[in-house]
């Protein structure tokens, strides 16, 4: 069933115990409407299973940051997309720019990842972006598209995959692109995608990378953003709801 827009997912990264996640999760499930939009959060691993059963039956996604390739096997440290949903998620986030950069994942790597996790029935949002090397380059486009060539699961439809383009060098800075940089990077794309997979102009395009309440509404009114995908400021249930808020149900 497609996604309704907006989208707007929370990435908590490497933050939250067990009780601050509780409140954060039931303050979250508290604003979240049955008719405007689709929320998510990824928490930590290991309050995961605590977060899904805050959040109980009311409509908030609830996902992984990451997995790996494998259903199970010798991979010290590592969580299985099974293993996801056998804690309660039904997404993850792949190829975060945090892991891609940080950790040195390809996008070989990446994409069997995206196809595990699809094959475990989990929403998929794999995430591409540049560094500020390559935007200052003028390599924007080239990066894309090499990420979307090694990194886009096979069988993706709109329904079980988003897009989240996060420039690198917008994650955590407080900068972010033009908003005419991010109409020309959606759309460029949206055609991008219609163009390497039969219904791919489906696929819901996120923006990430600094979206605050105060730009949110201006992000979000793109008219190829479906949605954003937050870090900082989706730890502040308050600012969280302001950006979610901020979105039109537009589509
Ligand atoms: C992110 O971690 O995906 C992100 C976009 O972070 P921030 O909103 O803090 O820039």
């Known amino acids: 069933m497609p996604l309704a827009r907006p ?9 939250g115990l067990r009780a601050d996640s509780r409140a954060r999760a039931e303050a979250v499930a508290g604003f979240v409407r049955a008719d ?12 995961l299973r605590e977060v899904v059963e805050v959040v109980g039956e009311r409509p908030v996604v609830v996902g992984g940051q990451d997995c790996h390739d494998r259903p199970e096997g010798a991979f010290t440290g590592s969580i299985s997309p099974v293993m996801l949903r056998d804690a309660g998620a039904t997404a993850v986030i792949v190829g975060h720019s945090e892991r891609r950069h940080g950790l040195g994942e390809d996008d070989a790597f990446i994409r069997r990842k995206a196809e595990a996790a699809l094959a475990a029935g989990l ?5 591409i972006g540049e560094t500020e090397a390559e935007y200052l380059a003028g390599r924007r486009h080239e990066v894309l598209e090499r990420q979307l060539e090694g990194s886009l699961p ?6 079980r995959l988003v897009i989240a383009y996060e ?17 020309e990077i959606h759309g460029w794309l949206r055609q991008e995608l219609a163009r390497r997979r039969p219904g791919g102009s489906d696929i819901p395009l996120l923006y990430g990378g600094s979206v605050k309440p105060a730009n949110a509404a201006g992000i979000l009114a793109q008219p ?3 949605g954003v ?10 600012a969280f709801r302001a950006i979610y808020e901020a979105g039109d149900a537009r589509r």
């Open 7 to 15: 989208i707007v997912f929370g990435n908590w990264k490497m933050y």
């Open 36 to 47: 405007h939009g689709t929320v998510g959060i990824f928490p930590p691993f290991t309050v």
């Open 123 to 127: 929403l998929v949002v794999l995430c």
């Open 154 to 159: 096979t069988a993706a439809d709109g329904g």
């Open 167 to 183: 420039p690198v060098w917008a994650i955590g800075t407080g900068r972010t692109p033009t908003l005419e940089e991010i109409r």
């Open 224 to 226: 190829d953003v479906d």
């Open 229 to 238: 995908l937050v870090g900082g400021a989706s730890l502040d249930p308050e």
